[in-house]
């Protein structure tokens, strides 16, 4: 399991974009908005915002935002596109040494790292980047939609969605979910891990959170086997 050390290139945004990944991003924002009063919550880190899809719509709602990314390619994408928000090119383990009231980590943009210890120990990170009753907001998928969607014995299927064809690839005995894009003569991979959401609760605890809140969407519906989870942690 190896993500690209420079980031996502900008393959991954096409064929995110042709699978209407970034259909509901106004939406998504809106509701973001409601999680984090702006009264409270303004100064924001969105953690891995990639060209700054939800960045830039955080500062048109008010938000101080800042983007963090190791895409040099999404994040010039983010300065032209999505203008507004300070975009520093920075690892998701060492974000800016400063206190946030808010942290965003949307679009499974977690369990990226070779070995788990690195995606928890950073929890702890993310939770020293918090003022007190700070607020993180992850959005990712989990051990248990991945049960519920995807052929529970076959570990290897290809999904056709217009011209974009997903190869994926499900470790179950590790938890690994590797997708291959494939887009005209374009290919980039990218290896999740996927959690429990149960384990995920515990780790945010121990890292400092007093509270974390499970929910199935942005919306704070309850979570069904087959939706996203979203965590909202309290610090
Ligand atoms: C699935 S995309 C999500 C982007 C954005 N959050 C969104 O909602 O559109 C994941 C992003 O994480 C970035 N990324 C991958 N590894 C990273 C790392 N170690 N540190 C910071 N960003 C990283 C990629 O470059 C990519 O832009």
């Known amino acids: 399991m190896q993500n690209p050390k420079d980031g996502f290139p900008m393959e991954f945004v096409h064929a995110a974009r042709s699978l209407g990944r970034y259909r509901n991003t106004e939406q998504e924002a809106y509701l973001l908005s409601r999680i984090l009063p ?16 939800l960045s830039g719509k955080m500062y048109s709602l008010g938000y101080d935002v800042t983007g963090i ?12 596109e999505n203008q507004g928000p300070r975009y520093l090119a920075m690892d998701m383990r ?20 070779a070995d788990p210890a690195d995606d928890i120990h950073m929890l702890k990170t993310w939770a020293s980047r918090l003022r007190p009753d700070g607020i993180l907001v ?6 248990e939609c991945a049960r519920t969607k995807l052929p529970a014995l076959d570990t290897s299927f ?13 470790d179950w005995k590790r938890g690994i979910f590797k997708v291959a894009y494939r887009q005209g003569d374009t290919e980039f991979t990218c290896w999740t891990r996927l959690y429990e959401k ?13 509270e974390v809140q ?10 069904n086997p087959e939706s996203n989870l979203v965590i909202v942690a309290t610090k």
């Open 38 to 53: 702006l009264a409270s919550h303004s100064k924001i880190l969105d953690i891995c915002c990639g060209f700054g899809r």
């Open 69 to 80: 990314d190791i895409s040099a390619v999404q994040l010039s994408m983010a300065r032209s």
């Open 94 to 113: 060492a974000p800016p040494l400063e206190k946030f009231d808010a942290l965003l980590s949307m679009f499974t943009s977690f369990g990226y790292f």
């Open 138 to 143: 992850m959005e990712l998928a989990d051990m």
């Open 158 to 170: 290809v999904r056709h969605t217009l011209d974009v064809e997903e190869h994926c690839q499900m």
């Open 198 to 210: 149960e384990k995920l609760r515990d780790f945010l605890l121990h890292a400092g959170f007093r």
């Open 214 to 223: 499970l929910f199935g969407d942005l919306a704070l519906n309850n979570k």
